[in-house]
Structures are given as structure tokens and as C-alpha cells.
């Protein structure tokens, strides 16, 4: 059997690669070049397209780079630019994964004729009576299946997941025993297109049109600041929003984009009891109206219970509100069931 390993020149992706060599697939990795500007995550740089093909090399494998940089553009960093524009805040990881890692790479893999693709995402493929399943990976502190929540079953069924069934520390530990180059490099954690220098602010401030806005008070309804660009404050944000009369820290609980308007608060105003959504997808049997399901709304997010409807969750118990433009991961225990974006 034919794998394609997507080799990001990280750790996981490299044990990946290794271990299904071990288990004696035909491997090859493959590098895709997404970013075309500077990058300093970790993730996009060109030594990580170097540290993917000297690992490639130590474990006996070729070694492609596929240069996909129009297609990030256009689904991943146009994407991200337009959803500030219209005051929602992207998860431009899980689009990446969307619309480039699942889409365009698994379609030249099967174009090369390869029967699986693989990645080193720390989740699982179950497969049972023939069905390809999403479920969290054997490490929960690392699980990333929330990420990987927007895929539809057919890509699952393509989809090996080697390290999830290990933890982050026997992936380290397998590295370090095979002397790759990637066994103790750190992990990838930022927008791979904004670099530290800029940030998100300066990124986006050479994209659109950036423009203040007026800050109010929840309770009084009284003004109380401003903000030189409303375009980047997101629901839940605290930093630079000062503090309420009695020294406690003020959040943002709603965004007004038109009105130029933020309205604040106290950390407990942004609780809700549910939470509405569109663009709903479903990787496993469909969820009834009714049924209670877990809902998780961030890659380390605690999952809540909550009572699924076709077009939003009641929760249990009020939770912290989501930002729209966020995706929600839905659950049946460890299983992903499927995913959907907060209006």
C-alpha cells in the first residue's frame, strides 16, 4: 500500500513518516509551500522544507515539494484578511487544513496513485464495520481533532493518523532514538503567514482599511474609550481594553462593525446559554435535533455538554461565548460527529 506522508519538517510528521515505514508501507514524504512571504513560526519557513527532506533521506524515503502557494492565498490568507473585514474572527489553521492539507493534497496524491495519505496530526482514524471514524488521539493534552473536525467522511476514509495513537512524549522519544534532525525542534505555534515583527495588527493594517471605534460600558451605556482599529478587537478579547471602575478587567461582548461600537464588560457578561452556528457538516452519523452531544469551541477548549439543534447548541450549563467566525467541534464522547462555524 502507497502513503504520502505530509511532511511539515515538525516532529510528529516525521515520526509519522517513520513509523508507517516500520509498519511496512510503500512511504513517500511530500512538503507543501504554502507561504510565499516571510515566515518565522515554524511551520512555513523554508528550513522546514530542509529538515522535512533530510528526515526524508535518514528513513530511506524521496522526498517532494508541492508548491501550492496560489491556493493558500486565495482559500487560506484571503480568507483570513476578508473575515476581519467583515468583523469575524478565522481559524486560518483549520481552513489550511480544509481547503489545502484534505482537498488539494489528497487529490494529487490520488492523481500519483497513492492509496492513503498521512499526516502527524495527534488524532485517530477508527475504522469499524468498514467506516472510517475521527476520534481524539491517544494524548489529550495534544489532541488535535478539533482541528480536523470540518472533514467529511471520504477524506477520512484516505486519512492515516500514526502518532495519534502515541503520546507527544514517545513521539520526542522515537525521534531521539532514530537521531532524526526534527527530534527536539519545538512546536509550530502561530499564524504560519504572520511573523513576530508585524503581528496580526500590522499584517492586516497593509490588507484593508482599518478604523477606530467607540467603546461603551455594558451597564451605564456610557462611553468610556476608543480603539483605532474595531476591526481587530474580537468578542472575549481583554488586552487594551482597560479596566471597569472597581479595577476589574473589561471584555469585549459585542462588536458592532457598522456602528463602529464595542460594548464591554465584566468577564462573567460574556456566559451564554447557547451559541448559534451555520456551515454545518457532519464526518460521522448526522446529530438529531435534541440530542445531547459535547461541543468544544477552541483546539484546547474544554468540552460542554449541550443539547444540539439544526441550527445552534443549548448548553447545560451557561459557557463562554464564541466568537463568530470560530469553529465549533461537535462530539459523541471521543468521537467527532461534526463541525460547524458560530454566526
Not at 507561504?35 to 523554508?46: P, R
Not at 467522511?153 to 512524549?169: A, N, Q, W
Not at 461582548?253 to 461600537?261: C, F, G, S, T
Request: net charge neutral.
Amino acid at each position: 500500500m502507497k502513503v504520502l506522508v505530509a511532511m511539515s519538517g515538525g516532529v510528529d510528521s516525521s515520526v509519522a513518516a517513520a513509523l508507517l515505514v516500520e509498519q511496512g508501507f510503500e512511504v513517500v514524504g511530500a512538503t507543501m509551500k504554502l507561504w510565499g512571504g516571510s515566515s518565522d513560526s515554524g511551520c512555513c519557513s523554508v528550513s522546514d522544507v530542509e529538515d522535512a527532506r533530510r528526515v526524508a533521506a535518514q528513513i530511506g524515503i524521496d522526498h517532494y515539494v508541492f508548491n501550492f502557494t496560489e491556493e493558500f492565498q486565495e482559500k487560506v490568507v484571503e480568507f483570513y484578511v476578508d473575515s476581519h473585514r467583515n468583523g469575524l474572527t478565522p481559524n486560518p489553521c483549520i481552513e489550511c487544513n480544509r481547503h489545502l492539507k484534505f482537498d488539494t493534497f489528497v487529490e494529487r496524491a490520488k492523481m500519483l496513485g497513492f492509496d492513503f495519505v498521512a499526516t502527524g496530526h495527534h488524532a485517530r482514524v477508527t475504522r469499524t464495520d468498514g467506516v472510517a471514524r475521527l476520534a481524539r488521539g491517544a494524548d489529550r493534552a495534544k489532541d488535535q481533532s478539533y482541528v480536523l473536525s470540518m472533514l467529511s467522511r471520504d477524506r477520512l476514509e484516505y486519512l492515516l493518523l500514526p502518532v495519534g495513537e502515541i503520546t507527544k512524549d514517545t513521539v520526542r522519544e522515537i525521534a531521539k532514538e532514530m537521531s532524526l534532525r526534527t527530534a527536539l525542534k519545538p512546536d509550530s505555534q502561530d499564524v504560519c503567514f504572520i511573523t513576530s515583527a508585524t503581528g496580526r495588527d500590522g499584517f492586516l493594517a497593509k490588507r484593508i482599511e482599518l478604523h477606530p471605534g467607540a467603546l461603551f460600558d455594558r451597564s451605564s451605556g456610557q462611553r468610556v474609550g476608543g480603539v483605532d482599529a474595531i476591526e481587530l478587537v474580537t468578542i472575549g478579547q481583554r488586552k487594551g481594553l482597560g479596566t471597569l471602575g472597581d479595577g476589574a478587567a473589561r471584555y469585549a461582548l459585542e462588536v458592532d462593525l457598522p456602528a463602529r461600537k464595542v460594548v464591554l464588560g465584566r468577564q462573567s457578561d460574556l456566559l451564554v446559554d447557547s451559541l448559534s452556528f451555520g456551515s454545518l457538516t457532519f464526518s460521522h452519523e448526522p446529530v438529531e435535533d435534541g440530542e445531547t452531544i459535547e461541543v468544544q469551541g477552541s483546539a484546547h477548549g474544554r468540552p460542554s455538554k449541550a443539547v444540539f439543534f439544526r441550527d445552534k447548541v443549548k448548553f447545560e450549563a451557561p459557557q463562554r461565548r464564541v466568537a463568530p467566525g470560530q469553529t465549533l467541534a461537535f462530539y459523541r464522547r471521543d468521537v467527532v460527529v461534526g463541525s460547524a462555524i458560530v454566526c
